[in-house]
């Protein structure tokens, strides 16, 4: 038996024993070493998405780790191997997957939130589903690996080039993310939040910022790009004004990105859409491309992963740190430390 972290109910989570069971065939088993907390694992905290989520249910799809054993008819994979996961299981039938869209399936398990996820000691899933990591990528570093090909994805379906002008409206972890993957590919950008420790943090990695709370967003966009407006917005804050600021800072034939959860329906100034021509793009999660790229970002230091860090916490305190996040306050990424239960440095 092991330890696992479950959601039982809105605003409830618990540490309990797990079962393990042996890998089958096409399986390996993991010991998950550090897993994140994102930002849909609130909303299932906050009980949003219980017509999903069957409960007792092990959250966590943010994570790295090393490989304890394999099932039958496994190749390439041996025990000790240092891994992540893309966490989607798809049914390879369905019209999106016969486009060649996996990642989309109309029938997606999305692994740790449709089936158990990675908050445990002991993790069994698909051999299919495992990215090798360099050994020499520290395993906190690594677990950033899956929100960062989050926003490689992004990136690639905005369509971002060198030299345009990028606005990200919205500075937690995954607008920071995409903001040094479009910085990366050769961007001027520019991130909308009204933290200011999240602002302090995007300026210590040499993001520039605004703040919506004291300046005039869409006056800023105008003075910087000489009254054309931007070539790319992200909405990543899931707020109703944020969808409002991203539409506006746009210019003609810009990009709009839509990659925060939001829940219920938003206005939208359509007529913005209408008059310069916009692009609306939706973005949801990534493929295996992705995924290596985002390996590379994290592992040769063009993602700083240890500043966005801000605090690792043992297992069996993980439920408290779902609050300390809901509560908002100076935390960014906050991991979770499975591999013995005690507080973890930051390499």
């Known amino acids: 038996m092991t330890l696992a972290v479950r959601y039982t109910a809105a605003r409830t989570l618990d540490t ?11 399986e390996v088993e993991l010991a ?25 249910a092990v959250l966590g799809h943010e994570m ?29 039938t369905c019209p999106a997957c016969a486009s060649g869209h996996h990642h989309i399936c109309q029938h997606l398990d999305f692994i740790g939130i449709d089936s158990p996820g990675a908050m445990q000691q002991r993790w069994t899933v698909p051999a299919h ?23 490689v994805h992004d990136v690639g379906r905005a369509h ?56 005039d967003v869409a006056d800023l966009v105008a003075r910087w790009t000489q009254g054309a407006g931007a070539d790319v917005a992200f909405e990543v804050s ?5 969808v409002d600021t991203a539409v506006e800072a746009l210019g003609v034939r810009g990009r709009l990105c839509l990659v925060a959860i939001h829940p219920r329906p938003r206005e939208v100034n359509l007529h913005r859409f209408f008059w310069r021509e916009l692009t609306l793009v939706g973005a949801r999660l990534y493929d295996r491309a992705d995924f290596e790229r985002a390996v590379t970002l994290v592992a040769d230091g063009t993602i700083p992963a240890t500043a966005l860090i801000s605090k690792v916490v043992p297992l069996t305190e993980a ?14 990424k906050i991991l979770v430390d499975c591999a013995d239960g005690q507080q973890g440095a930051v390499a």
Do not use: N
Request: aromatic share 4%; glycine share 14%.
């Open 129 to 151: 589903t495992l990215v090798r990591l360099p050994a020499a990528l520290a395993l906190d570093r690594a677990a950033l690996v899956e929100p960062t090909a989050v926003a």
């Open 319 to 332: 439920p408290a740190a779902f609050e300390a996040l809901e509560a908002g306050g100076d935390v960014m």
């Open 32 to 56: 998950p070493a550090y897993v994140g907390i994102c930002g849909t694992d609130l909303h299932i905290f906050h009980g949003d998405m219980d017509a999903r989520v069957a409960t007792p």
């Open 160 to 215: 971002v080039t060198d030299g345009e002008r990028v606005v990200v409206v919205g500075g937690g972890p995954v607008g920071v993310l995409i903001a040094l993957v479009a910085r990366a590919a050769g961007a001027d950008v520019r991130v909308v939040e009204p933290s200011p420790h999240r602002r302090a943090l995007a300026q210590k990695i040499g993001l520039f910022t605004w703040d919506p709370a004291t300046e």
């Open 16 to 26: 309990a024993p797990a079962q393990t069971r042996p890998p089958g065939p096409g």
């Open 238 to 242: 899931g707020a109703a004004a944020g």
């Open 64 to 92: 790295s780790g090393q490989v304890i054993r394999v099932g039958p008819g496994v190749e390439g994979w041996s025990p000790g191997d240092a891994v992540t996961v893309m966490p989607l299981r798809w049914d390879g």
